[in-house]
């Protein structure tokens, strides 16, 4: 009798732990993987409209956005692999913000800073949220709001 049950609570604790791997795995497979060409393409777009670039404007940002978005990729790759990148993230994220800026008039400057500055107020707002609430593994911080108007193509 001791030894069924023994036997039982191994193929229980095996049966649960075999579903919660899944469920990860499910979960992580959910969201939407885009190429870096794609993520260039929509934070490009969504700059296009916002600031109202100009064609030769939209090629440069396509590009810059383009290489930082590699960039950012072999960050968090490494960062997969056990080496700290928050400083190198940083440096990486100031420079980006350096170039698109390099590009953009005054004017496209100051609201590009007012589109950030409200982009990071909702992250900010949704990190408080998820924050306060119970764990509710349907619950994404990852899976951005691509029906805001303050969008940017996940580049940031």
């Known amino acids: 009798m001791k030894k069924t049950n023994i036997i039982f609570s191994f193929c229980l604790f095996a049966l649960l732990s075999i579903t919660s791997v899944i469920a990860q795995q499910t979960q992580n497979n959910n969201k939407p993987s885009l190429t870096p060409e794609e993520k260039a393409q929509r934070a490009t777009a969504h700059l296009t409209k916002k600031l109202g670039l100009s064609q030769d404007q939209s090629t440069q940002v396509y590009n810059i956005t383009l290489a930082h978005v590699n960039k950012m990729q072999g960050l968090r790759a490494n960062k997969a692999n056990g080496q700290k990148q928050g400083p190198a993230i940083k440096q990486t994220k100031n420079d980006y913000d350096a170039a698109i800026n390099a590009v953009l008039t005054p004017a496209q400057q100051q609201t590009w800073a007012q589109l950030k500055t409200r982009e990071q107020a909702k992250r900010d707002a949704k990190k408080q949220q998820v924050g306060n609430q119970p764990n509710n593994p ?8 691509t029906e805001s108007d303050d969008y940017n193509g996940g580049v940031h």
Do not use: G, L, M
């Open 138 to 145: 349907n619950t994404n911080v990852n899976q951005p709001d």
